[in-house]
């Protein structure tokens, strides 16, 4: 009985988060409550509040879930494709890019963040949190980017912070302006032309490389 019931729990949480993306995704995050959510989900509020503090808790949860996705995959592709770093790189950017038009869970959480939510009011303590998020996924690219020059697949004087910036606003916005406007390009179609052209870009921009002056900025007094 134990297991069953705490398998209820697990599918109603489910039950939950999936009627957030749906009513975060049609109304918007800031004009959607947790009764329209309880509602969607055929639960009643107390079950909610069962799960999550608040409106603010279950949103980051939905987020967290499709980031763990990139993640686990990260993890899948490393075995696959060992001391490769940057393939690894493409295929994760590749993933990101053609999930954004094939799933349909990830596409409504995508509408979310570009289009559907104001980090104002209660949700105001996410704003926060997501530029230590930003930052820290200029980091996890960074890392990435270093590890493709110890293998020699890109420059060795490659501006890696400067690439990780470029890379999250390309990404980003490609992703945005297809969601904006769909029918404007095949973002499915050309995600490997469009990741392939900025992983060149990395490797022949002289902009992308870290300049004399820099450099010299760079050394110790």
Known sequence: MARKTKQQALETRQQILDAAV???????VSATSLTDIATAAGVTRGAIYWHFKNKVELFNEVWELSESKISDLEIEYQAKFPDNPLRILREILIYILTATVDDVHRRALMEIVFHKCEFVGEMLPLY?????????CYDRIE???RNSMEQGQLPADLHTRRAAIILRA???GLME???FMPKSFDLKAEASVLVDSFLEMTQLSQAL??????RADRQPL
């Not at 749906?22 to 918007?28: I, K, L």
């Not at 926060?128 to 820290?136: C, D, H, I, S, V």
């Not at 490389?209 to 820099?214: A, G, L, M």
Request: aromatic share 12%; net charge neutral; no cysteine.
């Open 22 to 28: 749906r009513e975060f995704s049609e109304r918007g």
């Open 170 to 172: 390309y990404i980003t």
């Open 177 to 179: 302006n297809w969601l």
């Open 209 to 214: 490389r870290v300049q004399p002056q820099e």
């Open 143 to 145: 890392r990435v980017l």
């Open 128 to 136: 926060e949190a997501r530029k230590e998020l930003y930052l820290e």
